[in-house]
């Protein structure tokens, strides 16, 4: 078999596995190129080539030729050789880059793009993107300063950007960056925020608390190890606390809106917070707080009768669906949503009613202007009765007797009649009517004018309006019952008693040696004398790679995996092609071999080693050359994994490619030597691949 | 000529020739016949060692073959016509092509190794078939042009595998026709495996029996036939009869 090879067929080989080598290598390194380039360029086309913005400035969409105009604007004259590219829009936000000139690329305009951009129309934020760069994200507030300062100090740092929460640092090259990274990485792993939570609802002056919980921690640590700081902060997480109280105010409102549940326990029973109890009716009452004798409940099952008065039931131990234990207490229910609806529906009917009233209190108005009317000229009646009176009787007593028989008679007449009835009148009269005159009617008037006013005023106002409004609010009052009310506040509780949601919270800074929050919780909770707190170590800021640098690692390590894989297929195909014929057909000649007389040399069988050479030198070579990376893949696996390749194919050469066994004794008998046989009869009708297209060159026939 | 000492050859646990000795004088025409699996084949794949025998002597004009080094084999078959019982031709090449290819991978000139390669085809009746590929060619066909690509190197020796066993019987007359006219027109020596006993008869200078991988009995053919002496001649002697 050895023969085969001493006949010049070698060098066929040779030239075939170098070709394969170089073409495996083109190949694999080819596509994973092209992945890389399609990829770069489509990146590059949306954000840019490397260092080429520095911001980008996000801008509503109907705002953006204007602003393109004014950034135009704001370039020529602040930043002459400035870049500007607008790019995507998305969601009706525009995005424009901008790149500022090498000398104006400094920490006092990257600090103050507001200040630059904060006119340009429609602006709606930013966001830096200056490369190279290494970025800390949520960066606390109490390290700000000091971390600027370490992080300036190192070398290769161009200098620190504040931006918002975080902190940008600017390098002086690309290649430092992930040295930087680690120093950086390095000043903040020496600091630790230590964060103590209490549940919501306990008041806690968080204060007097971070300096009490300072003091501990001094108190349990060698000194000068570490340094301690309380950084408590209220803005910390706003949003979270304003939907907290929130919550704590829709909890507060249901409670007030549910009936209230008071028992007066028996005085033989103790009853503790969260006790279930039922009632005659099958109403279940939760205990929600014990003060003292004063013991308050609420309803989780059931409703009540609706009824204004307060509903006393005896209220038994709840031990289960259907079954009760003895009496507990006696519970009384005021079903404070039923008494708002009556209340709602009687101020409904008090306006119904007020309308009807004005109407009749303005005709009564009309009434006593007529009185007063009537009133005035009678008096008037009666004063010109009172002169006429007096004339009459000093005519009388006068004697002045001018007048006529008949006035003589009238005279006579009315001396005779109202003599008496004149002289009361009078002597008594003239006081009364005196009196009378004294009434200030023009007053009186007056002041009926503004009842009359007031009781038009009351007839403007929009009743039925009001009415509507009334009936609107009494209809958007939650249609809940007691239970409903019951679960939503349970469930608010828990919610808000659960640990995840901070209630109060204190910070406290930790500048040297890592204290364990876990084994700090039970002393804190001990010595603060609060069970409920919760301890939890942060870390004062995280370094993340910024985008581009995580998607070209990513585009880098996916460009290598690529290879990897395609080293290891084009080897296979390789293998099978071409490499199978030719052990197909050793093997055939070795079985026609006298066999070796020594043992070892028959153990040995030198196709399986040479198939695993071959295998590994064409995937170790191509995968190194193709700068092939698979992850958790090392080189020796590499030579491995060939040899194994190589060893397969030797195995199942014949699978892969079959001997044609007669024509390759026909060759053998007709002289031809193994080179000849294998250049024009194994190979031509052989699979098409590289061997069989170099034997192209080389058949004659 | 050819002489054969005390061959041997095993397959694994299998003993395929168990000593064969066996002695053919130049232009001697001797047909080897056997059961299936004595060893026929064998032995005479191993006297160009297209099988490699285990042991023995294989002496071809006084030169031992199995000292030769693979060129000198590669020369040694070239003066050895080997006809095999499957054809065994060169499918994707024509008719023509597969009767000369070799001379010319020998070193000879293309229109020299084309002429010759023609005349072959005409004495074995394919004149016309020359463009033609083997599988367009009926089994009888095929044959006469594994027999012509024998031919083509006018070997001394020609060594014949059973080459009408897989052959219609209609077809195996035109073959033997040809192998008949071969031995009577050349003066190439002739070791044939066949189980055509009438054709041994006729062609045969001498009939050797074998029977598990030895030689069982030997001799001219009406001699043993009329008075065989192994088992196996008298069940050939049958065949003959009826
Ligand atoms: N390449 C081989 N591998 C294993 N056994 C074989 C091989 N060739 C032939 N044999 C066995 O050797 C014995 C002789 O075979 P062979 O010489 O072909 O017999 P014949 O041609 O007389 O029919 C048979 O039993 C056969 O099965
Ligand atoms: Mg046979």
Partial sequence: MLVFFRDGFY???????????????????????????????????????????????????????????????????????????QTLTIAGQANFFFGFPETHRTKEVLEGITSYFGAVPGINGYTLMVEPSVLIRGVHPAVREDLMEQIEALSGVRFVVKDGVNLVVVLAEEDGSADITRKVEDILQKYQILELRFPMGFEVDTQEVGEQALAILHSHSSPGQSEYKNVTSAQYGEDLDAFLKALVEMRDFLGSYASQVRLVPDPQVNLGVGELIILEDDLLIEVTGIYGDHVEGMIVEGSPVQSMDTIVQAGYRYLGPGERGEFVADVEIENERYRLAYAVDESLRLLAELEELSVQASTAVNNAEGVLTTFQEALMQLEVLQVQMRQLNEGITNGDAKSSGEQFLVTLLLNGLFQTLA???????????????????????????????????????????????????????????????????????????????????????????????????????????????????????????????????????????????????????????????????????????????????????????????????????????????????????????GFALGGLIVVFAERFSPVHSMELMAGQSLGLSNVQIMREIVIPPSRPGLLNLLNRFRQQF | MLEIRDLRKSYGKLVALDGVDLTVSRGETVVI??????????????????????????????????????????????????????????????????????????????????????????????????????????????????????????????????????????????????????????????????????????????????????????????????????????????????
């Fill in chain 2, 33 to 242: 016949m056997g059961p299936s699996g004595c060893g026929k084949s064998t032995l005479i794949r191993c006297v160009n060692r297209l099988t490699e025998p285990d042991s023995g002597t294989i002496l071809v004009k006084g030169q031992d073959i199995m000292a030769l080094d693979s060129g000198e084999l590669q020369e040694f078959r070239r003066n050895v016509g080997f006809v095999f019982q499957q054809f065994n031709l060169i499918g994707r090449l024509t008719v023509l092509e597969n009767v000369m290819f070799h001379l010319v991978l020998g070193g000879m000139d293309l229109e020299e190794a084309r002429s010759r390669g023609r005349v072959v085809l005409d004495k074995v009746g394919l004149k016309g078939a020359e463009q033609r590929r083997p599988h367009e060619l009926s089994g009888g066909q095929q044959q006469r042009v594994g027999i012509a690509r024998a031919l083509v190197t006018n070997p001394e020796i020609m060594l014949w595998d059973e080459p009408t066993a897989s052959l219609d019987p209609i077809l195996v007359s035109e073959v033997l026709e040809v192998m008949e006219e071969l031995v009577r027109t050349t003066a190439t020596t002739m070791l044939i495996v066949t189980h055509e006993v009438s054709f041994a008869l006729r062609v045969a200078e001498r009939i050797v029996f074998m029977d598990k991988g030895q030689v069982v009995e030997e001799g001219v053919p009406k001699e043993i036939f009329a008075d065989p002496q192994s088992e196996i001649a008298r069940l050939y002697k049958r065949l003959l009869v009826t």
């Fill in chain 1, 423 to 641: 002289q009361g009148v009078i002597h008594t009269g003239e006081e009364s009517l005196d009196s009378l005159q004294n009434l200030d009617i023009e007053e009186m008037r007056e002041s009926l004018a503004g009842i009359s006013a007031q009781i038009s005023n009351v007839q403007e106002i929009d009743v039925a309006a009001i009415m509507e409004q009334i009936g609107f609010v009494r209809d958007t009052l939650p249609n809940l019952n007691d239970a409903e009310i019951g679960q939503s506040i349970r469930l608010i509780n828990t919610y808000l008693g659960g640990q995840v949601i901070p209630g109060e919270r204190v910070q406290l800074l930790i500048e040297g040696q890592h204290v364990d929050e876990k084994a700090l919780e039970s002393l804190f909770r001990e010595e603060l004398e609060n069970p409920y707190m919760h301890t939890y170590s942060t870390s004062v800021g995280m370094v993340t790679p910024d985008a581009r640098g995580e998607v070209f690692r990513i585009l880098k390590e996916v460009r290598s995996i690529v290879a990897g894989m395609l080293s290891i297929i084009f080897t296979m195909i390789v293998l099978v092609l071409d490499h199978a014929t030719v052990f197909s057909t050793l093997k055939f000649l070795r079985a026609n071999d006298r066999p070796n007389k020594r043992r070892w040399a028959r153990l040995f069988n030198p196709l399986l080693v040479l198939g695993g050479v071959l295998g590994s030198l064409i995937l170790t070579s191509v995968y190194y050359l193709s700068r092939s990376q698979i992850p958790f893949v090392s080189l020796p696996f590499v030579v491995f994994l």
């Fill in chain 1, 11 to 85: 060098k066929d080989l040779i030239i075939l596995l170098v070709l394969t080598v170089i073409i495996g290598a083109v190949f694999a390194q080819g596509v994973a190129w092209a992945i890389d380039t399609y990829f770069g360029d489509t990146l590059d086309g949306m954000i840019g080539e490397y260092g080429e913005y520095d911001v980008i400035l996000h801008i509503r969409e109907e705002a953006k030729e204007t602003a393109l105009r004014e950034l135009e604007r704001i370039g020529e004259q602040s930043f002459p050789g400035y870049k500007l590219n």
